[in-house]
């Protein structure tokens, strides 16, 4: 799948903390299908599990209300 860009590139190693999470069966046939358009994409297969972190991380990322908020939070 050339010229395909994803929010989610290529996953740098990392050690992860594990956390269990539970999804709705439509969420989690987007995430499977996500993780095979990224696994097309970059050539190399990964879980939805590999994904999630970079998934939350971008969402964090690019919320200017939580960052907002969070700044109020600090002293």
């Known amino acids: ?9 290529p996953l740098a190693d990392r050690t992860p903390v594990k956390l269990s999470v539970a999804v ?4 989690h046939g987007d995430l ?22 970079s998934m939350l991380r971008a969402l964090i990322e690019s919320d200017a209300g939580f960052k907002r908020a ?4 600090k002293p």
């Open 32 to 53: 499977n299908d996500y993780a095979e358009v990224h696994s097309r994409t970059y050539g190399k297969q990964v879980s939805v599990a590999d994904l999630i972190p």
């Open 70 to 73: 969070r700044r109020d939070m």
């Open 1 to 9: 799948m050339t010229g395909t860009k994803l929010k989610i590139g």
């Open 24 to 27: 709705e069966p439509e969420l």
